[in-house]
């Protein structure tokens, strides 16, 4: 994969000399084909994470949480830096915001609950 990263870049300065748009287009490809090449690794794991969890006895509602959070955050910040690499940083950091709020609304039914988990153990409930 490192390979095929370092053969793209090389492509893609020698296509920044003739159009700047191809070069980009040529960079967004590039990174589609290589998502696409680790999906299949990238389920794996994620059914490997999933075998784990269920072994050590953890509530699923966590551990999909958790990978859902962990995938916005890879995509999200795939996203900012091909905005960033296009040019356009100021959507590429409102992408970050829009990830973070996103994992923040993903995450916000288990903070419900360990708030009630501790409200319950305080004294006088």
Known sequence: MAA???VAVFLAV???E???GYSL???FLVCGLL???IAGEMGSLIAAIRKMAAYAGAE?????TVLKAVGVAYISEFIANIARDAGQNALASKMEI???IIIMTLVLPILAMLIETVIAMLPGR
């Open 4 to 6: 095929i990263i370092l």
């Open 14 to 16: 020698l296509l920044r």
């Open 18 to 20: 003739y159009s700047a």
């Open 25 to 27: 287009l040529f960079v």
């Open 35 to 37: 998502l696409y090449g």
């Open 60 to 64: 699923k509602i966590y551990v999909e």
């Open 98 to 100: 829009a990830g973070k």
